[in-house]
């Protein structure tokens, strides 16, 4: 029976179809406008698009789903990046045991950020950005954010560490600002002493 339930989960991954989106290069300028904000109820074609852009990011951080299909690994997506100008971004963390812990984020607004700055130590990426990037960008170590869910009920979370850098960095995306514009190109790791690695 185990062997049967282990074989059914092999299928269901060789199975599974890669969602079907764009994502837009940095070279579009729609990534440098800023987004408006979102209505309620959500529309069920944003939804669909949030759930499949979440699939998306999960696939795409399966080494063997990533491989066969070319998919560069990425945690978090702005629908400005699909060509959307609404604020509202999902993001696919991967905890320990290989599940994701989903968020969808609508019209977010930060109301508290640490004085602790940290930086990714091998840098940012993004997956706008197909090039190689050198240089840190500072982040705030935890935020505490303000959002809506799809119905237009308030939330209120606070994350820290990777899930406050994927955050703080899909929030620049609705405001028409990509990691890159953070970098100093005369001295691209300004500051570094300042912060603490990540």
């Known amino acids: 029976m185990h062997f049967l339930s282990f074989f059914g989960t092999i299928l269901a991954v060789m199975q599974m179809k890669l969602p079907n989106i764009k994502i837009l290069d940095e070279k579009h300028k729609i990534l440098h406008q800023k987004s408006s904000e979102a209505t309620f109820p959500v529309s ?14 999960e696939m795409s951080q399966d080494e063997d789903i990533a491989q066969k299909y070319n998919l560069r690994a990425g945690m978090g997506m702005a629908f400005v990046q699909l060509g959307k100008l609404k604020r509202i971004f999902v993001i696919a963390n991967e905890r320990e045991d290989h599940t994701f812990e989903e968020y969808i984020i609508i019209n977010p607004k930060i109301i508290s950020k640490s004085e602790e700055l940290i930086y990714v130590g091998e840098g940012e990426g993004c997956l706008s950005v197909n090039r190689p990037v050198e240089g840190i960008v500072p982040r705030h170590a935890r935020i505490t954010v303000e959002y809506y869910d799809y119905e237009g009920n308030k939330q209120t979370i606070r994350v820290r560490e990777d899930l406050a850098v994927a955050f703080q960095h899909e929030i620049d995306h609705l405001d028409g600002i990509l990691f890159t514009d953070k970098i100093d190109p005369k001295n691209p790791y300004k500051n570094k002493e300042k912060m603490r690695e990540i």
Do not use: C, N, Q, S
């Open 44 to 57: 069920k074609e944003d939804r669909r698009l949030a759930e499949d852009t979440i699939k998306y990011l």
